[in-house]
């Protein structure tokens, strides 16, 4: 387990020059802007993040190459995109429609992120995918075919959840790294390249429910790694079909 680091607040730096009267904080509703494919790939190629805030089955299915996921319909959201995107980065938003990234943008004006929102990609995946763009894809995997590749030393796992949450219960030999010490935090550089997983593995990860393991991995495929498995359900369906489970001891607890 690696030295435990703390969580910045979410787009500190620039709640910090909101506080301070050097930028702006938005007064009334922001207006999401329609960009098209073309402008999408010119916008990244000048270093654009895109926000993915479909759900992790949807991202998994195919999503733009580079792409975080942070799913819309998590009650963090907007704190979870200040936590993993690089601070003062230009972002793009992934939504299903217009209303959806709409709905994005009145989200992450609670702490100042709007004004760093130059749109969202107009029709979505459909529309790049009729640009003729291509897609990246993550399996999704059970459960139950986790605990049988296991068993077959054909997976590793990692765990990104909370502390708290690893030390009540994990699966026995995983691998632990919260998902946001995957994204720099102020002072502190990411903690991946602390991770001792050869990139060519296969990487099963997994959280409480299949959503911040979807984040990690987005962070992952970013950093290099190739063969990696989003775990459906997470923690919760594993406990609830009653597998093995260890706490920080060691010692089993379920």
């Known amino acids: 387990m690696q030295e435990e680091q703390p969580v910045k607040p979410a787009n500190i730096l620039n709640i ?9 904080l938005t007064r009334q509703t922001p207006v999401a802007k ?6 999408v790939k010119e916008l990244m190629a000048g270093g654009h993040a895109v926000v993915d805030a479909r759900s992790s089955a949807e991202f998994g299915a195919g999503h ?17 995109v200040g936590w993993v995107v690089p601070d003062n980065t230009p972002i793009i938003l992934v939504t299903e429609s217009a209303a959806e990234a709409q709905r994005c943008l009145t989200h992450m ?10 749109g969202y990609l107009d ?14 894809t993550v399996p999704q995997i059970d459960v139950f075919t986790l605990r049988q590749k296991l068993a077959a030393n054909g ?43 050869e990139k060519d593995a296969g990487l099963a990860v997994t959280c409480a429910t299949g959503k911040r393991s979807s984040i990690a991995i987005s962070m992952l495929l970013r950093h290099g790694y190739q063969n990696v498995y989003n775990v459906t359900g997470g923690m919760e369906a594993w406990e609830k079909a009653g597998f093995r489970m260890v706490d920080k001891q060691g010692k089993v607890c379920k």
């Open 34 to 39: 329609a960009l098209t494919p073309r402008q």
């Open 16 to 24: 910090v020059a909101i506080n301070q009267g050097k930028r702006r």
């Open 155 to 197: 997976l590793r796992v990692l765990d990104v959840r909370s502390t708290d949450e690893w030390d009540e219960g994990h699966i026995e030999g995983a691998h632990f790294m919260r998902y946001t010490d995957m994204a720099p935090q102020l002072d502190t550089p990411s903690q991946l390249d602390k991770l001792d997983i």
């Open 109 to 118: 004006a609670f702490i100042g992120l709007d004004q760093f929102v130059a």
């Open 123 to 136: 029709d979505g995946i459909e529309g790049w995918m009729a640009a003729g763009e291509p897609l990246r």
């Open 64 to 80: 733009i190459a580079g792409a975080y996921n942070v799913q819309m319909d998590s009650s963090e959201f907007e704190q979870r």
